[in-house]
């Protein structure tokens, strides 16, 4: 009897413990999570994750009964050692991976993903380009990176810089970022004059040429899109070169944010020569839990468990791994189960050291992906939703300034502009803001001024002003050449250098002598030479020199925005005298071969020069435009494709409106009938004097109507 009792429990005990084995085996979910542990962003992510993880496993709300396990796995910031490890971690059957922070590296990672239909979330990967329908596993649980360069971009043209100087670092973060920066920047009339590319490993001596090499330039606004973990070496060399001065402007993207949130306060001490500069951060809205986990972070720091303090990363890395958690509840709800098979292609491969014929396919990747695209919750960076490209429907940014070592918010970017209000703010007001009213607080730059800096300078490169000196034999006092040195000397010279020193600027400058010394100089030929040099600069200006070209272009630019080009603004109702000022505009600039189009440029002007130059012509002509007329053709990229559907258009649409209005207008009839018709038959219609002050109105009839060229029409 006693005996029987014994089987009989310990059966029970064996059935009991291999049901509690299967229950556990099955109750159990993987995610992967990839990235580099030691960096600026990797070092606060890994902690943020497992304190998501933990927070998960111990809600009773959430995967009841089901364990969240995440293993993670080190990149070492290498994409060959990044694609190692997550073929590591796909072996351990993992449904999603979270990472990695390098867009290099999810770029080769996202590959790999698709093709085992396992989704992947970076909280850091910014490169537009991972949007693509290539990547349709890749889910971008962060700001894209063209939010920040449009944010970028309303913040050049704020201050009304026109040139800038790009460096960046030479990957796909580097090129990509500035791509779109450039996009950005030429549809607000603006330029990248100069990309200057940083190896993704530079040395301080690497970054000294380059910046050395930038100082010769002419724009003095540069732009930084670097790495987190090796930026703040560009400005300490820049400060050993004399460049955080008061005629520099340094603007950064999100990553020096990143590294100066990061930092210990013992550390922000010695960013000394930060001073003046002015960057972007990713715009947290305050809520009550954003300070209960700064508080925790707090605690975590102080049990010396992290060696950094909390950046923005940190909270999008937490966000996350609670919207895997969130996506698998509900799939779970939905299929029940999480299967994996075999891939065919991947069981054909021989044996390596890989092990990849052991990978298998996520059956229910679809299904998940799914669940996650339509994720929508309140985390700790704000409301968690995804657009029709995958990414985070946040982009809004802080812009802040570096003053004394301290950072200091001026004001906020958003889809609305810029404003001194948060984004959530101007939301519930339902405010739009138009660029006139775009507003920051005052800034502190470079040297230590208020005042905005101009932003460029006169190139040491740049072609110097020849000044012509006559090399006389008489009145030499006020000038004359020093046949010892060569030297120019004399009274004239030294009212020219006194007057170079007034100027804020350095002009670079050449003295040419002409005439022999031993008797006075032709003035009537020194002047014929001048003209025969200013007819060849203006041909070359035209037709080969890019620079002078930009100078011209640049000049034209200008007098479009201050309103001194002679081209009436075109309505719906002037397009024939607004064409005909077009084209005096183009002939009065030499630019009238551009008339046919690009096909007609001068045959030793290259395609590329004669596109830029007609979109540069096309940059006039949009600010000719109303507002309201400019906004229908945003896709137009050619003055003569413009000029065609403004004819079109608005033929059409005066033709409407002589259809229902009683009055018709001298212009009406223009547009109908053109400018060179002679006989125009009105019917019984009328042209007051009010609509056409130049019309004689007698009785019921017109006489006759005079247009500018004085041609006559009778009615």
Request: with cysteine; proline share 3%; aromatic share 10%.
């Amino acid at each position: 009897m006693g005996y029987g009792r014994l089987v009989t429990l310990f059966m029970l005990i064996w059935v009991q413990l291999n049901g509690v084995v299967d229950c556990q085996g099955n109750r159990v979910v993987n995610v992967g999570a990839v990235f580099t542990f030691n960096s600026v962003i990797g070092r606060v992510a890994k902690v943020a994750i497992e304190a998501a993880m933990a927070d998960i496993n111990a809600d009773p709300c959430i995967l009841k009964g089901v364990e969240l396990r995440i293993i993670m796995e080190d990149s070492d910031c290498s994409v060959f050692m990044g694609s190692i490890k997550v073929f590591q971690v796909l072996q351990k059957e993992v449904v999603a991976i979270i990472g990695p922070q390098s867009s290099s590296i999810a770029h080769m990672i996202s590959v790999i993903a698709s093709g085992l239909q396992v989704p992947l979330l970076s909280f850091a990967a910014t490169d537009p380009t991972l949007s693509a329908l290539q990547f349709p596993y890749f889910i971008r649980t962060t700001s894209s990176d063209s939010y920040q360069m449009t944010a970028m971009a309303d913040l050049i043209n704020y201050y009304g810089w026109r040139e800038i100087i790009a460096i960046f670092v030479d990957d796909d973060y580097g090129r990509n970022g500035m791509s779109y920066l450039d996009d950005e920047l030429t549809k607000r009339m603006k330029e990248i004059s100069y990309k200057l590319a940083l190896p993704i490993h530079a040395n301080l001596s690497q970054i000294s040429d380059l910046l050395a090499t930038s100082k010769l330039l002419g724009p003095r606004v540069y732009v930084i899109h670097v790495s987190s973990d090796s930026g703040l070496a560009i400005f300490s060399v820049a400060e050993s070169l004399q460049m955080m001065t008061s005629d520099y402007v340094w603007l950064t993207t999100d990553w020096l944010s990143t590294t100066l949130d990061s930092s210990l306060p013992i550390n922000r001490k010695s960013h000394h020569y930060l001073q003046g500069v002015v960057g972007l951060r990713q715009h947290i809205p305050r809520s009550s839990k954003i300070k209960h986990f700064v508080s925790r972070w707090r605690a975590i720091n102080q049990r010396d468990l992290v060696h950094s303090r909390l950046n923005n990363y940190g909270f999008y890395a937490y966000d996350t791994v609670w919207m895997v958690a969130r996506a698998i509840n509900e799939f779970l709800k939905e299929d029940g189960n999480i299967t994996f098979s075999l891939s065919k292609n991947l069981h054909e491969i021989k044996p390596s050291a890989l092990r990849l014929e052991k990978l298998k396919t996520f059956d229910g990747g679809q299904g998940l992906l799914t669940k996650l695209l339509q994720t929508n919750f309140t985390g700790l960076t704000g409301q968690v939703q995804f657009d029709l490209e995958r990414n985070l429907i946040v982009g809004a940014y802080d812009v802040i300034n570096i003053v004394q070592g301290a950072t200091r918010r001026i004001g906020f970017w958003s889809n609305q502009g810029l404003s001194i209000l948060p984004p959530e703010m101007l939301n519930k007001q339902r405010k739009s803001v138009a660029y006139v009213d775009q507003k920051l607080g005052n800034a502190t730059w470079p040297g230590g001024k208020t005042e905005k800096p101009r932003g460029w300078v006169i190139g040491t490169t740049e072609r110097p002003l020849r000044i012509g000196v006559p090399n006389r034999a008489s009145f030499v006092e006020f000038v004359t050449e020093v046949h010892s040195t060569h030297n120019i000397t004399g009274y004239s010279i030294d009212v020219f250098n006194a007057a170079r020193e007034l100027i804020p600027y350095g002009v670079p400058y050449r003295f040419k002598t002409f005439g022999d010394g031993s008797s006075n100089p032709s003035y009537d030929e020194l002047v014929r030479m001048v003209a025969e040099d200013a007819k060849i600069a203006k041909k070359i200006t035209v037709k080969k020199d890019g620079k002078d070209r930009k100078v011209r272009a640049c000049v034209i630019r200008t007098m479009a925005d201050e309103e001194k080009l002679k081209i009436e603004r075109l309505n719906r109702l002037n397009l024939g005298i607004w064409k005909m000022q077009v084209e005096d505009f183009l002939y009065a600039e030499d630019f009238d071969f551009l008339q046919g189009g690009i096909s007609m440029k001068p045959f030793d002007m290259s395609v590329l020069e004669g596109e830029l130059l007609d979109r540069d012509v096309l940059g006039v002509v949009r600010s000719t435009l109303a507002t309201s007329i400019s906004l229908q053709f945003p896709e137009v990229d050619t003055r003569v494709k413009m000029i065609s559907l403004l004819s079109w258009e608005y033929k059409l649409v005066v033709s409407s409106n002589l259809k229902s209005r009683k009055w018709v207008t001298f212009n009406d009839v223009v547009e109908i009938f053109g400018e060179n018709s002679r006989i125009i038959p009105f019917g019984t219609s009328l042209l007051t004097s009010n609509d056409y002050p130049n019309a004689k109105v007698r009785g019921r009839g017109v006489l006759h109507i005079e247009n500018r060229n004085k041609r006559r029409m009778k009615a």
